[in-house]
């Protein structure tokens, strides 16, 4: 059973990345999905998160309108793709898989997460 995250990279401001988080060993839609990042020093934080059968979302303030969630059932895989990017969203991200719904009451919980990827890189700068 494991989380794999691929897809980050170094973009300039204003850029984009397209990150994905592959499943295996169990099924992902069975599960809600979220994307964490996390600087050095700072605590980890939800970024977005997408729900399993109602297929709620939610997102932190920052990113809104910037970053949008989805899965390929098919795949097995769930995707954030992160536009007009800054600065401020360099971390490493990391993807995270639980049993709870709606995402936007829980999501923010890492205590909630039965599965968690490796992380991805994703630094910003000119």
């Known amino acids: 059973v494991q989380l794999v995250e691929s897809g980050g990279g170094s973009v300039q401001p204003g850029g984009s990345l397209k990150l994905s988080c592959v499943a295996s060993?169990?099924?992902?839609?069975?599960?809600?999905v979220s994307w964490f990042r996390q600087t050095p020093g700072k605590e980890r934080e939800g970024v977005s998160c997408l729900g399993s059968g109602d297929l709620s979302t939610a997102y932190e303030d920052s990113v809104k309108g910037r970053f949008s969630i989805s899965r390929d059932t098919a795949k097995n895989t769930v995707y954030l793709q992160m536009d007009n990017l800054k600065s401020e969203d360099t971390a490493t991200y990391y993807c995270?898989?639980?049993?709870?719904?709606?995402?936007?009451?829980?999501?923010?919980?890492?205590?909630?997460?039965?599965?968690w990827g490796q992380g991805t890189q994703v630094t910003v700068s000119s």
């Open positions: 060993g169990f099924v992902a839609d069975d599960y809600s």
């Open positions: 995270a898989a639980g049993l709870f719904t709606p995402c936007g009451l829980y999501y923010r919980d890492r205590n909630n997460y039965k599965f």
